[in-house]
């Protein structure tokens, strides 16, 4: 197969592999790795993470999903899920030296599931994502990851790391499920048996040859509810998400108009969707977090869509400040928000607020300013037919 030249590049790659490891190996030769694992867990507890799981970085099976899921198109305009090339599926080549994933999970549930059903019903009030009601929480876990690396690094002293919360090439699901935190659901987030679906995932990158938990396995059994419930069915098989029909893909992602044949659907949905959660079996465990970060900011929980619609643009700067929400930009906050008033009830109220901004400088907001006009138009037209 290797001749020559090449034969000897080959010998000499895996020699340096064999070393590098060789080299890990003998850093932590005085270190306990059992207790340092016991110690690891405790602290997670202590920084706030409600589970804690070890995995290896073989992703070979998550390694093909992915494949398929790219050569399905149903990342959309994600060019981001195809750039990096293996480093997604193979820790050690985003982070040279990589043996072993710290997984972690912290819950953001903010209030009784019912409350977010509840308002799914009031077609007059926005509804957000749970998530991205409270603090970026990029940021907490970033931040408690980060103190974990110095406890373990006080106790052991240098080691080689990397933190991780949904910002890079990562495949955090998938490590998840194999550290044991829970098992990838039929909607394709991680659920754990005891308490639901409703958390982050963080990752710390390490050289450290800790032990590695039992994964997970799927306890969805013949359950189809997600599916089922899903208002853009972007949930079009087991496990198997069309990102382009999803309403969080549409309203956070998508940076263009969003497609006419979704809009009906999104509801009142102006910053992603939980449906698939909210209606989930396993979350009638879920309980509400006590993490202050997560807390509703600024009445988000129960704003109505004329009063969001009516902010400025200083207005969403400044009640976004340190929000999840500040990454899809104001013109695209209007964007959402026409939307969900093109499907609230027609009002005088409503009418007033779209033709406010039926002038704006934004094309693709005056164009679906427009659209949600007409769907008021339509319902009067009928209102007088009857």
Same mark, same amino acid.
């Given at each position: 197969?290797?001749?020559?030249?090449?034969?000897?590049?080959?010998?000499?790659?895996?020699?340096?592999?064999?070393?590098?490891?060789?080299?890990?190996?003998?850093?932590?030769?005085?270190?306990?790795?059992?207790?340092?694992?016991?110690?690891?867990?405790?602290?997670?507890?202590?920084?706030?993470?409600?589970?804690?799981?070890?995995?290896?970085?073989?992703?070979?099976?998550?390694?093909?999903?992915?494949?398929?899921?790219?050569?399905?198109?149903?990342?959309?305009?994600?060019?981001?899920?195809?750039?990096?090339?293996?480093?997604?599926?193979?820790?050690?080549?985003?982070?040279?030296?990589?043996?072993?994933?710290?997984?972690?999970?912290?819950?953001?549930?903010?209030?009784?599931?019912?409350?977010?059903?509840?308002?799914?019903?009031?077609?007059?009030?926005?509804?957000?994502?749970?998530?991205?009601?409270?603090?970026?929480?990029?940021?907490?876990?970033?931040?408690?990851?980060?103190?974990?690396?110095?406890?373990?690094?006080?106790?052991?002293?240098?080691?080689?790391?990397?933190?991780?919360?949904?910002?890079?090439?990562?495949?955090?699901?998938?490590?998840?499920?194999?550290?044991?935190?829970?098992?990838?659901?039929?909607?394709?987030?991680?659920?754990?048996?005891?308490?639901?679906?409703?958390?982050?995932?963080?990752?710390?990158?390490?050289?450290?040859?800790?032990?590695?938990?039992?994964?997970?396995?799927?306890?969805?059994?013949?359950?189809?509810?997600?599916?089922?419930?899903?208002?853009?069915?972007?949930?079009?098989?087991?496990?198997?998400?069309?990102?382009?029909?999803?309403?969080?893909?549409?309203?956070?992602?998508?940076?263009?108009?969003?497609?006419?044949?979704?809009?009906?659907?999104?509801?009142?949905?102006?910053?992603?969707?939980?449906?698939?959660?909210?209606?989930?079996?396993?979350?009638?465990?879920?309980? =509400?977090?006590?993490?202050?970060?997560?807390?509703? /900011?600024?009445?988000? +929980?129960? &704003?109505? #869509?004329? @009063?969001?619609?009516? %902010?400025?643009?200083?207005?969403?700067?400044?009640?976004?400040?340190?929000?999840?929400?500040?990454?899809?930009?104001?013109?695209?906050?209007?964007?959402?928000?026409?939307?969900?008033?093109?499907?609230?009830?027609?009002? =005088?109220?409503?009418?007033?607020?779209?033709?406010? /901004?039926?002038?704006? +400088?934004? &094309?693709? #907001?005056? @164009?679906?300013?427009? %659209?949600?006009?007409?769907?008021?138009?339509?319902?009067?037209?009928?209102?007088?037919?009857?």
């Amino acid at each position: 197969m290797f001749a020559g030249k090449d034969c000897i590049v080959v010998i000499i790659l895996c020699f340096l592999k064999e070393q590098t490891l060789t080299t890990f190996i003998d850093n932590y030769a005085d270190t306990n790795m059992a207790e340092l694992k016991s110690a690891v867990v405790d602290w997670c507890g202590e920084l706030g993470f409600q589970k804690t799981g070890i995995t290896d970085i073989d992703l070979a099976t998550a390694e093909e999903r992915l494949a398929d899921w790219l050569r399905a198109k149903f990342h959309g305009s994600m060019d981001y899920m195809e750039r990096h090339g293996s480093k997604r599926s193979h820790p050690e080549e985003l982070v040279a030296g990589t043996l072993r994933v710290i997984s972690v999970r912290m819950d953001y549930l903010p209030q009784d599931q019912e409350v977010a059903i509840a308002l799914l019903d009031d077609g007059s009030s926005a509804y957000i994502s749970r998530y991205a009601l409270g603090r970026d929480y990029h940021k907490v876990l970033r931040g408690r990851l980060r103190a974990l690396a110095q406890r373990i690094e006080e106790n052991i002293g240098e080691f080689g790391y990397r933190v991780f919360v949904d910002s890079a090439p990562v495949l955090e699901k998938a490590l998840a499920e194999k550290a044991g935190i829970g098992w990838v659901g039929k909607h394709t987030n991680v659920i754990d048996r005891d308490t639901g679906s409703w958390f982050f995932l963080g990752e710390l990158y390490t050289d450290l040859p800790l032990p590695v938990d039992v994964p997970e396995e799927s306890h969805c059994g013949s359950c189809t509810a997600c599916i089922d419930i899903c208002p853009t069915k972007a949930i079009v098989g087991p496990y198997s998400l069309d990102a382009r029909r999803c309403i969080s893909y549409l309203t956070i992602e998508n940076k263009a108009s969003i497609p006419v044949e979704f809009r009906k659907d999104i509801g009142n949905r102006i910053y992603g969707c939980d449906d698939c959660q909210l209606f989930c079996p396993w979350n009638k465990f879920a309980e =509400p977090t006590a993490e202050k970060d997560f807390a509703p /900011r600024h009445g988000l +929980d129960t &704003a109505q #869509l004329t @009063e969001l619609f009516a %902010w400025s643009r200083d207005d969403w700067l400044e009640k976004t400040e340190g929000s999840a929400i500040r990454r899809i930009g104001f013109e695209r906050w209007l964007r959402n928000i026409a939307v969900a008033l093109g499907n609230a009830g027609t009002t =005088p109220k409503v009418i007033a607020a779209l033709n406010s /901004r039926k002038d704006d +400088d934004s &094309a693709m #907001l005056v @164009e679906h300013v427009h %659209w949600a006009l007409d769907q008021h138009n339509t319902t009067i037209t009928e209102i007088h037919e009857v």
